[in-house]
T-cell receptor
């Protein structure tokens, strides 16, 4: 069965701090990996995605994620966060269907 | 703006009632996905339609049903509503393969 786990439910950081949000998944076959972001009061938007090739993918707004196949992980990173990054972040692996993690609420202190 | 539209934006109804949520996908997209987002359950995949046919089912209750019409818009029907059905219902559209999904603004349902 397919599953996904996001390790952090709430994260509070100060501006300019570095960010890493953990995501682990389980699935026996080929999987595509997505991170979506939901800003307050808005709909979900794609942040970045991995299908194949270079395991380090870059997304919008300075975000990046690294696919580590041996660890079944797809952690999201950003070297220096901004107040405008306050949002909820969802990891979403897609095997035979897409499933979303429970989300990580990120709050950036100005 | 993702190009996906959902109506209505807000819906308030009573327990036992039935409602219909509507979704219009982005131009050219053949897939429509429905999701339920609540505080306790997070974002739950309900159902996926591709070009009018059901492709995959997730955690969709028997009281809920969906369909996709020839013009590719989709409707999610929720019946015998319960308090616990109060949630934000999103639809998303995509091309049909292992593609990015584009989410609509959602319909916020409140069951009193």
């Amino acid at each position: 069965a397919q599953s996904v786990s996001q390790h952090n439910h709430h994260v509070i950081l100060s501006e300019a701090a570095s960010l890493e949000l953990g995501c682990n998944y389980s699935y026996g076959g080929t999987v595509n990996l997505f991170w979506y972001v939901q800003y307050p009061g808005q709909h979900l938007q794609l942040l970045l995605k991995y299908f194949s090739g270079d395991p380090l993918v870059k997304g919008i707004k300075g975000f990046e994620a690294e696919f580590i196949k041996s660890k079944f992980s797809f952690n999201l990173r950003k070297p220096s966060v901004q107040w405008s990054d306050t949002a909820e972040y969802f990891c979403a692996p897609r095997g035979d269907k897409i499933i979303f993690g429970k989300g990580t609420r990120l709050h950036i202190l100005p | 703006d993702s190009g996906v539209t959902q109506t209505p934006k807000h819906l308030i109804t009573a327990t036992g009632q039935r409602v219909t949520l509507r979704c219009s996908p982005r131009s050219g997209d053949l897939s429509v996905y429905w999701y339920q987002q609540s505080l306790d359950q997070g974002l739950q995949f309900l159902i996926h339609y591709y070009n009018g046919e059901e492709r995959a089912k997730g955690n969709i209750l028997e009281r809920f049903s969906a369909q996709q019409f020839p013009d590719l818009h989709s409707e999610l029907n929720l019946s015998s509503l319960e308090l616990g059905d109060s949630a934000l219902y999103f639809c998303a559209s995509g091309g049909g393969g292992q593609e990015t999904q584009y989410f609509g603004p959602g319909t916020r349902l409140l069951v009193l």
